[in-house]
């Protein structure tokens, strides 16, 4: 079982930037493939980025590719979501996800867990 904790949504203007960042506990951290998830009322969960087990590979949404960073530090457990340019459109609430089966995945299917999700509201 692993467990997800996130942390680092918030209220802020167009233009800015947040970090997310999501601790994970219960198995090895250097096994898991890891993403991040977002989500509007009404509409499916859609990919923002994910990072393989090594940090060698990522993916990210057409959406986000050179606004925001995935990245991970296996010392500490944690992956982390540096947003940047922020716009109205990125308001979600966003989830961080894992998987042990996959060492790299962009497919929302082969998550096995995930986190409560932390709201990012981005204001115009």
């Known amino acids: 079982q692993v467990q997800l904790v996130e942390s680092g949504g918030g209220l802020v203007q167009a233009g800015d930037s947040l970090r997310l960042s999501c601790v994970a506990s219960?198995?090895?951290?250097?096994?898991?493939?890891m993403g991040w998830f977002r989500q509007v009322p009404g509409k499916e969960r859609d990919l923002v980025a994910t990072?393989?087990?090594?940090?060698?590979?990522?993916d990210y949404a057409d959406s986000v590719k050179g606004r925001f960073t995935i990245s991970r530090d296996n010392a500490k457990n944690t992956v982390n979501l540096q947003m940047n340019s922020l716009k109205p459109e990125d308001t979600a609430v966003y989830y961080c996800?894992?998987?042990?089966?996959?060492?790299?995945?962009?497919?929302?299917?082969?998550?096995?867990?995930w986190g409560q999700g932390t709201q990012v509201t981005v204001s115009s």
């Open positions: 996800a894992a998987t042990l089966t996959i060492s790299y995945s962009a497919t929302i299917k082969d998550y096995d867990y």
């Open positions: 990072i393989s087990w090594s940090g060698g590979n990522t």
């Open positions: 219960g198995r090895t951290f250097s096994r898991l493939a």
